[in-house]
């Protein structure tokens, strides 16, 4: 057979990695190296060399996206469609087994899955049923409790009962949770791994069944494996010594979320029979962007260790642009990428990458008004946005009474004259009677001691659901989405919030209706469903709810379409583009400002602008504002420590003068051109002082005459905009 096509382009370490015979295997490699490569070849040399059949093979990775160009790579090396194979996300395949053994499981056979939205609205309920003070016990904070012991694998019976209020109390929420989600017939994201665990380890016949079909266990992106996911794995690779894992510490992202990076240094003393390859040379990038990120990483401590090189020449210097401020910024960005475009570049090799999602929206405009295509991926997404969960509630709530949460979100939107008290009291009544709120509302609808008013709204929701459960029952989905849309009173709704925010919100309301008729389960899950000894219980509908809770997929405009790609950093991880920006990296927010207070995180974040820079094939900018304004505040940074830490003669800073000629201020003031010198008489960058503000830096300024105002950073009271008529300015 001819297996050259699957060898060649492989160095020889790589090919060791794709051949060896059956065994546990570590591959630790930095990035670019060919780690992901490797475990799609190996898929495909099993089955095409070992007579493996691809239904033996489960192969986990982080997203859907990387689970999806996976298994179309190993489909182009095989040059065949590879039916039965797993391909997934942990959740995507945990949800599955739990879908198909929701009895030996515990779960209602149409279980919901609670998204982070719902998950924190529910334990803010329970908060309050416990007599609680949300004040001193916030929600956020005991989410974050109960995921993290999901994430350690631990029910409260397991957390050992301590003197501590806070754990006391943390541990309390989370049973009086866990009792609500049973009633609920719910399960969170977090519950979905430590379930599947449980189910396996409750059921050994069924564990049997799937070790016995597993022949190959692959995962990617291993540095980020949390405790159950881990536990997880070795609990399907058994005594097998069939688990291949590749990944690199200096990756590891995810700490905050509980990922574990011991998992990777203790991967060889578990696996004692396991061989560990080490894959250094980086096919990815140029010297100079491979310099820049070794640089970086190498002051962290605690490495595993690699080295890292490329036989591609030094390629273009790494340019640094100071940035005025992020609206400047922003432009800048734009311009590069039309550059790039002019020299016969196609828009979707560029990246614009940045650590949090606030950073987007400057982005965003500068785009639009460029009228440049581009696409965000994570982030507010579609199935995120508050109407599209609106109707999906609708949705959720026609095919399943019982949800409690659905029922919650749109009880009263639009409002329909059932106000909290009256939900207050279906919570009260489902407690006591065990049931849904749903059952509650159903009961409370015939109950005459209540005012007329509440009983007649609750008696009308009533009515309008079961109204559209029959209207709907034979349509397709996209016609029952839109059906629901129309029914529920959202467009309405939403008409009546005035400007382009309620246009927005009823776009992405049309936008969900095309979500459904595109639709296409195959498309979503990764491996094949249409097993004969899985067969999935679920109808087109539940299908597309689960995807819509699951996938919180991002539908803006075509994936295909030659579009800017738009993401944070932590989405970026796997990927590569030809041209990358990494903006925002100043002091504060890259690396963070909470991070800055401990070691331990800053490494983390030293970690993620390794993964940035290690994006990009051919061409890095970095970018860094002065001024910035996000999340409503303005603040002055120092750039990033990061940015020092580059060995100082692969950059190129970039001045302002040069690169933005353009008019600099902010779109709610008029437009002025900068220029080193203006009739106000100062210079940006010039040191002022104010008789009553003190000392500080001239950042802009604009209007003529009587209208000329500065802005100036003061060293004590921050930047302020002051009218040079009035203001009288010193240079010092
Ligand atoms: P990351 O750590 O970022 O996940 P990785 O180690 O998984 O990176 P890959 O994505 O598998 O690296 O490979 C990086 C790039 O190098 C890809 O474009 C891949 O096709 C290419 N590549 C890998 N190995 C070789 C090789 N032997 N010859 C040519 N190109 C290669
Ligand atoms: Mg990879």
Request: charged share 25%; with cysteine; proline share 4%.
């Amino acid at each position: 057979m001819d297996v050259t096509h699957i060898l060649d382009g492989l160095n020889d370490a790589q090919r060791d990695a794709v051949t060896a015979p059956s065994g546990s295997m570590l591959v630790l490699a930095g990035a670019g190296s060919g780690k992901t490569r490797v475990l799609t070849h190996r898929i495909a040399w099993q089955i095409q060399t070992q007579n493996m059949s691809p239904y033996s093979v489960l192969a986990v990775t982080f997203t859907n996206k990387a689970a999806a160009e996976m298994r179309s790579r190993i489909e182009r090396l095989l040059a065949m469609p590879v039916r039965g194979m797993w391909v997934g996300t942990f959740h995507g395949i945990a949800h599955r087994l739990l879908r198909t053994h929701f009895a030996e499981a515990g779960l209602p056979q149409n279980f919901q899955i609670l998204d982070a939205d719902d998950q924190l609205r529910l334990v803010k309920r329970v908060i309050s049923s416990l007599d609680l003070d949300e004040k001193k016990w916030p929600a956020r904070q005991a989410v974050w409790f109960i995921n993290g012991q999901k994430d350690e694998g631990r029910r409260p019976q397991h957390i050992p009962d301590e003197e501590d209020l806070y754990v006391r109390t943390h541990v309390a929420i989370y049973e009086a949770y866990e009792l609500a989600l049973e009633r609920g017939g719910m399960i969170d994201f977090a519950e979905m791994l430590l379930r599947s665990h449980e189910l396996w380890r409750e059921h050994p016949a069924l564990l049997r069944h799937y070790q016995d079909r597993f022949h190959s266990l692959l995962v990617d992106e291993f540095q980020d494996t949390n405790t159950i996911q881990y536990a997880w794995v070795r609990q399907l690779a058994g005594d097998n010594n069939n688990l291949v894992v590749v990944g690199d510490d200096d990756q590891s992202i995810y700490g905050w979320r509980g990922a574990r990076i011991e998992n990777i240094q203790r991967f060889s003393t578990d696996f004692p029979e396991s061989q560990t390859i080490r894959l250094e040379q980086n096919y990815r990038s140029t010297g100079s962007i491979l310099k820049a990120a070794n640089g970086v990483i190498s002051q962290n401590a605690g490495r595993l260790g690699k080295e890292l090189w490329t036989d591609a020449g030094d390629g273009e210097p790494i340019y640094d642009y100071a940035a005025f401020n992020e609206i400047d910024e922003a432009r800048y960005v734009v311009s590069r990428v039309r550059d790039w475009v002019s020299q016969g570049n196609n828009h979707r090799e560029c990246a614009v990458l940045y650590r949090s999602n606030a950073q987007s929206r400057v982005l965003e405009e500068a785009m639009l008004r460029a009228q440049m295509p581009y696409r965000i991926y994570g982030g507010q997404r579609f199935f995120e946005r508050a109407e599209v969960r609106s109707a999906v509630a609708y949705m959720r709530l026609i095919s399943h009474r019982d949800s409690d949460a659905a029922f919650e979100r749109v009880v009263n939107t639009p409002s329909r004259g059932i106000g909290d008290r009256t939900v207050a009291q279906l919570r009260e009544l489902a407690r006591e009677e065990n049931t849904s709120l749903w059952r509650a509302a159903e009961k409370m609808a015939c109950n005459t001691g209540l005012p007329g008013r509440t009983r007649n709204a609750i008696a009308r929701f009533i009515e309008l659901i079961n109204d559209m459960d029959t209207a709907t029952m034979n349509a397709a989905l996209p016609e029952m989405t839109e059906m629901v849309i129309e029914r529920s009173g959202l467009i309405e709704y939403y008409e009546r919030e005035r400007g382009e925010r309620g246009q927005a919100r009823i776009e992405n309301l049309r936008e969900l209706i095309s979500a459904a008729d595109t639709f296409d389960p195959e498309d979503e899950v990764t491996f094949d469903a249409t097993l004969p000894d899985e067969e999935s219980p679920d109808t087109l509908l539940d299908e597309f709810l689960t995807h819509a809770a699951l996938e919180a997929g991002d539908r803006q405009g075509d994936p295909n379409a030659d579009c800017v790609q738009m993401m944070t950093l932590h989405s970026a991880k796997g990927l590569e583009f030809p041209l990358v920006f990494l903006t925002g990296l100043e002091e504060g927010l890259f690396p963070s400002m909470m991070s800055m207070e401990e070691p331990g995180r800053l490494e983390e974040e030293r970690r993620l602008c390794y993964v940035g820079i290690t994006r990009a094939m051919r061409q890095l900018y970095l970018t860094h504002a002065e001024s910035r304004r996000i999340n409503g505040q303005e603040s002055y940074n120092r750039p990033s420590r990061f940015v020092q830490e580059i060995p100082q003669d692969l950059l190129t800073p970039v001045r302002l003068s040069r690169t933005a000629p353009a008019p600099i201020s902010r779109p709610s003031r008029s437009a002025s051109p900068i220029a080193t010198h203006n009739e106000s008489g100062f210079t940006l960058g010039q040191r002022v002082r104010h008789d009553k503000f003190g000392e500080g830096v001239v950042l802009n300024y604009e209007g003529q005459g009587s209208q000329a105002r500065v802005q100036v950073n003061f060293n004590d009271s921050g930047s302020k905009w002051l009218m040079l008529s009035y203001a009288k300015l010193d240079v010092v």
